[in-house]
């Protein structure tokens, strides 16, 4: 993350009557400059709970988002199959179906499950983009583990890495995995070396180390030694709040920009020692809040969340952000499956608009202390082709919804003329589009429950004068300015 002290957001009025803030003309670069950050083809990435992973491609949903999301991006969208299940599946190369548990309801996670050879051949013809598959380290069964790693490479033309063990930062004391003398960070990078020096000979030098949730990879890297030529990428989890054991989650806390620029910075040293290393740096699995999300996690904020997050993430070298899709049907986070498309995959789609099948650097405009974030996307010729505005601040159905004026000039803005634009935007930042909130996208796109885009999307104009550009965003809301 890159501070432009330079060009801070100066504001020049602010009436309590009209609920208006202005804020002074934002310098575009005319071209990207050497502090931009490079996109992945894949920046907005999935993640799918492994017991759930057959289930997920049973839904037309699934396959329908993530083409809206290809079609976007120019490049099929990157997928995780993992999470905490993988750590209770044990492979079975006989088992005629991908997945064999029994649960009490629908609803529930197995605390045991197998999983046969038709898993991996799913993978492989349902899903577009790279796959990463997790595998289980917490049950010490590494003959077993191997088989499937071995299955999983021959195959998954489509595999791009392999993890083994999911969050081993929570094993509890009891796992099989964990010594008599204990777990640590340090024990669990001992068990990493010797995992990967022990399968790499058989798969190949494609793993995805750390996995970690609580712990930080800037310190694993180094332990891993020369077992690091096994590692193709390093992964942690992140979920900013938690709604786990009834704890309280906080959607104004969630959505502020400031609040997220400081957040993401966290993971800025990790980016940055996994890149020294010559690795790949993702959140492997990320959402809103743990255990499912809560109540603030089907929101339109969480939505809006989702733009300045992914954006932040990418200013911070995470190079993809895997946003986990749970168990069906209990899933508050969840984009598709579980009453209808949510509004969080209106956030996702509209970042991804905005980064688009030409966008390569990204660049921050404001200074991050503010809750109006602006930025600015660059094709791989370095010219600025879009702006995105967010404006963060918390709009909860009540009293009158305040706006921001945000002016621009530079960037090969004209002197005078008309730019378009397209706004997402919903009754408030608690809306909910399963409880008939209505969200849009350029004023009349919205999905169906399969996620077929419905409506449609149109642009507005926004009018240059005098070589400044001038848009109007409301509290709880986002803009894409085209160029």
């Known amino acids: 993350m890159h501070i432009h002290s330079q060009k801070p957001f100066d504001v020049l009025i602010f009436t309590v009557t ?6 002074s003309a934002i310098t575009v670069p005319t071209t990207a400059p050497p502090t931009a950050s490079t996109i992945d083809s894949s920046q907005v990435a999935v993640s799918l709970e492994f017991f759930a992973f057959p289930g997920y491609t049973e ?3 699934t396959g329908t988002c993530l083409a809206n999301l290809q079609a976007l991006r120019g490049a099929p969208v990157a997928v995780r199959i993992g999470g905490t299940t993988q750590d209770r599946a044990t492979y079975d190369p006989s088992l005629a179906t991908p997945v064999n548990y029994t649960v009490a309801s629908s609803t529930d996670a197995p605390t045991s499950l197998t999983f046969g050879p038709s898993f991996f051949t799913l993978a492989a013809s349902d899903l577009k983009g790279n796959v990463t598959i997790g595998l289980n380290r917490q049950l010490n069964n590494q ?7 071995l299955q999983a490479k021959n195959s998954m033309p489509n595999l791009y890495a392999i993890e083994l063990g999911n969050e081993p930062d929570l094993y509890a004391s009891t796992s099989p995995i964990v010594p008599s003398s204990g777990w640590s960070q340090t024990s669990d990078a001992a068990s990493e070396k010797s995992w990967f020096t022990a399968i790499a000979p058989s798969v190949g030098n494609i793993f995805q180390a750390a996995v970690y949730l609580s712990w930080r990879t800037v310190a694993t890297i180094p332990l891993l030694g020369t077992s690091i030529s096994n590692v193709r990428s390093v992964s942690e989890h992140s979920y900013p709040q938690s709604a786990c054991g009834g704890a309280t989650t906080d959607l104004q806390t969630l959505m502020s920009h400031s609040g997220i620029v400081s957040y993401t910075a966290g993971f800025k040293t990790d980016a940055d020692s996994a890149l020294a290393a010559g690795l790949r740096y993702f959140l492997g699995e990320t959402n809103s809040a743990t255990c499912g999300g809560g109540g603030i996690s089907p929101t339109f904020g969480a939505a809006l969340w989702i733009v300045d997050y992914v954006l932040q993430g990418a200013l911070n070298g995470i190079e993809r952000s895997y946003f986990h899709q749970g168990t069906i049907g209990d899933c508050q986070y969840c984009w598709w499956g579980r009453f209808t498309t949510g509004a969080p995959f209106y956030g996702a789609y ?8 030409d966008g390569a650097k990204l660049e921050m405009l404001d200074n991050g202390t503010g809750a109006v974030a602006s930025y600015v996307i660059f094709d791989s010729a370095g010219t600025p082709v879009r702006l995105l505005v967010y404006n963060s601040n918390y709009y909860d159905g009540t009293g009158t919804r305040s706006s921001t004026s945000v002016s621009f000039t530079g960037g090969g803005i004209p002197s005078n003329g008309v ?6 935007t919903g009754p408030n930042a608690t809306s909910r589009v399963d409880e008939d909130g209505i969200v849009t ?5 919205t999905f169906d429950g399969n996620c077929n885009a419905v409506g449609t999307q149109t642009r507005e104009n926004v009018v240059v004068n005098g070589g400044v550009l001038t848009v109007s965003v409301q509290a709880s809301e986002a803009l894409i ?3």
């Open 143 to 149: 003959m077993n583990t191997l088989s499937a790693a």
């Open 350 to 357: 509209f970042v991804s608009l905005f980064l688009g099948t």
């Open 441 to 445: 996208i350029g004023g009349g796109g």
């Open 481 to 483: 300015i085209y160029l």
């Open 59 to 61: 839904l037309v949903s």
């Open 419 to 424: 730019a378009t634009a397209s706004r997402l």
């Open 18 to 23: 009209s609920l208006v803030t202005c804020i």
